[in-house]
């Protein structure tokens, strides 16, 4: 199990050196010869592995077109750098910061199930480097990847919950676990139905973390996911293909536990709640069914259009609860929709809020840390698009055969927190495409965009937040992000 320590490492007698080699001009002699003979021209992205006259590696030329260095360089860096250890030299103290926390992103990898552990190269983490701060952004990372890429027998609600609890029990953190039938009692009557037909051997729960609540004079954060440790589909079962990868399911919980997991460990000056809704959603005689009107915590009832749309079902009764707080602040991230990946492809995750502020500064974080993310409306006039005939709402938008992500959305923001500003996060939550740093799997997505505009908003800015980051930072209105290098 790979550890932002174990690849982002304080020092190394052995390191050699990776240098910048920018418009491949200025090589000489037997390395420009060698660069030649591989047809190294310095390409963004592209890597020479440069040996020194025993045959050896001596260093290594990473090219750099004329643009900044893309923030998530890195990433494809440790993929392709050969084992042992490296350190950056040659580079602006903002380029190395980015490429040192790139590079640990781009170090993991998943093999639990594997014989032998996998072993990645290391880095150096360089001069002027937070280290401590960049491993617990990369681990924040990992821990979602590595939930994610568990399969759903091994990362069930009680693992959920487990994930949960050492969370809380790491920061100091309340956590209060519903169960089974009582949350029909504790009046999560949604959360409930989605998730019965496991029970009791994989029963629903709502898990609740609370974290410096007693100062109330702190802004209130609340953070919302959606754990589906297994999407089948229930009754409306999904194809082989549709199911194939759904123990990503829970993604959104394993964002916010992270996400969580980064602001209690920066002691970010805030009081935190974070609400999971941790379900499966099975098929068994105590089904939930197409037809069904469920209750839900804030009073509204729903008709199940499709017991495949049961995110939004589970979220409403964890976005209800947030509310009951009070927050200043809700993000909530969820595996909500395939829609949102033909609207925008895996690689972008679409952000809903209707807080202009909220918009312009997680699209600028989210810039400036190279985690994109692209805006999307909670366009009012689809609003009707979740009524329903013999309830209050539908679940599926049935008549809309498009627009599901934003449909899907508009169902949220009935049940979204009315104090503060509130702001919803379509992740993807997965890589299908393998690339150099990004393995096929699980992945992180606005994380570390949330993080930063968090830390920007409540954190003293005498606590240093230069960090690492994209060299270029984008006007706080632009959503103009470069992809990443394939
Ligand atoms: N978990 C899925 C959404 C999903 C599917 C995310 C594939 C990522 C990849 C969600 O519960 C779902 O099934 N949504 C349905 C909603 C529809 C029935 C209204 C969808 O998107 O098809
Ligand atoms: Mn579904
Ligand atoms: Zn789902």
């Known amino acids: 199990m790979i550890a932002a320590a174990d690849v982002l490492i304080a020092d190394s007698e052995a390191a050699l050196p990776v240098r910048p080699a920018r418009g491949g001009s200025g090589l000489e002699g037997a390395v420009a010869a060698w660069a030649a003979a591989n047809d190294f021209v310095g390409k963004p992205g592209q890597l020479l592995i440069v040996p020194g006259p025993a045959g050896a590696p001596d260093h290594a030329l990473l090219g750099v077109g004329d643009a900044a260095v893309d923030a998530m360089a890195g990433r494809a860096l440790a993929a392709k750098l050969p084992v042992g250890d490296w350190r950056l030299e040659g580079w602006e103290p903002a380029e190395a910061h980015g490429l040192a926390l790139s590079f640990a992103l781009g170090a993991y990898r998943f093999d639990r199930y594997k014989a032998k552990p996998a072993v990645p190269p290391r880095l150096v983490g360089p001069e002027g480097l937070d280290l401590a701060a960049a491993q617990a952004v990369a681990d924040a990372c990992f821990r979602v990847r590595r939930m994610v890429d568990t399969p759903a027998a091994d990362m069930g609600p009680a693992e959920i919950e487990a994930e949960a609890r050492e969370v809380a029990q790491a920061h100091g953190a309340s956590i209060q676990v519903t169960t089974g039938d009582a949350l029909l009692k504790a009046n999560y009557p949604a959360v409930h139905a989605v998730g019965r037909a496991a029970a009791p051997h994989r029963a629903p729960r709502l898990i609740e973390m609370g974290w410096n609540l007693d100062a109330a004079d702190r802004p209130l954060v609340a953070l919302v996911g959606k754990g589906v440790a297994f999407d089948s589909g229930g009754l409306d079962i999904k194809p082989a293909a549709g199911m194939r990868n759904m123990k990503k399911d829970m993604g959104g919980a394993a964002h916010v536990l992270g996400l969580a997991r980064l602001i209690m460990g920066a002691k970010l000056p805030v009081r935190l ?80 809020t209707d807080d202009e502020a909220l918009a312009a500064d997680l699209l600028a974080a989210s810039a400036r840390v190279g985690d994109p993310m692209w805006r999307m409306p909670l366009w009012s006039g689809y609003r009707s698009s979740v009524e329903a005939e013999i309830a209050d709402l539908r679940n599926d938008s049935a008549a809309w055969a498009q627009a599901g992500s934003v449909t899907a959305a508009l169902f949220l923001q009935r049940f979204a927190p009315e104090t503060g500003a509130w702001a919803h996060l379509d992740v993807f939550a997965w890589n299908p495409r393998a690339r150099p740093g990004w393995p096929e799997g699980g992945e992180a997505q606005g994380i570390r965009a949330a993080f930063d505009m968090l830390e920007r908003r409540y954190a003293s800015r005498a606590q240093g937040l230069g960090k690492g980051g994209a060299a270029a930072s984008p006007g706080p209105d632009s959503q103009a992000l470069s992809p990443p290098p394939r």
């Open 273 to 352: 709640v974070v609400l999971v809704a941790a379900v499966e959603n099975a098929i068994s005689g105590d089904a939930f069914r197409p037809g069904d009107v469920l209750k839900t915590r804030k009073g509204l009832t729903v008709e199940v259009g499709n017991t495949d749309a049961e995110g939004r079902l589970i979220l409403s009764d964890a976005l209800a609860r947030a509310g009951e707080h009070r927050p200043d602040l809700t993000l909530d991230f969820a595996t909500l929709t395939g829609a949102a990946r033909v609207a925008l492809g895996p690689e972008l995750p679409p952000l809903y």
